[in-house]
């Protein structure tokens, strides 16, 4: 409902499929539906991995998903904006956000 008040909601999800952000993009109007695929390689992703829960879904009997891991994930088909977090710092990674948003008469 936001969205009828000219309200801009940033929402942070997983969205595995293909089929699921087509379905977000009819709901919400094109001008103001933005996919940003936040790109790392699995190398990395475990690397990071504070919580030990790659290490922890590699067990015989873990019961542990991971998009992308031990679940299925479709890489975007056309994301308006990808951040490449293992080659751009965050401090980066914002300054694209930053742009893009206001290339895009956003804020």
């Known amino acids: 409902m936001l969205i009828k008040h000219n ?3 940033c929402v942070s999800v997983v969205s595995s499929f293909e089929e699921s952000r087509t379905k977000a993009k009819e709901i919400i109007d094109d001008d103001r539906y933005v ?8 190398e990395i992703c475990e690397k990071r991995d504070v919580k ?9 009997n873990s ?4 998009s992308g891991f031990n679940d299925p994930y479709d890489v975007p ?3 308006n904006l990808i951040l490449d977090t293992d080659k751009n710092s965050i401090s980066e990674c914002v300054e694209k956000i930053k ?3 206001v290339k895009n008469n956003l804020v």
Do not use: F, H
């Open 35 to 42: 996919l940003s695929y936040i790109k790392c390689p699995l």
């Open 7 to 9: 309200i801009s909601v």
């Open 63 to 66: 019961k542990i998903i991971l």
């Open 99 to 101: 742009n893009y948003l």
């Open 52 to 60: 030990g829960l790659y290490k922890a879904a590699r067990t015989e």
């Open 77 to 79: 088909n056309d994301p």
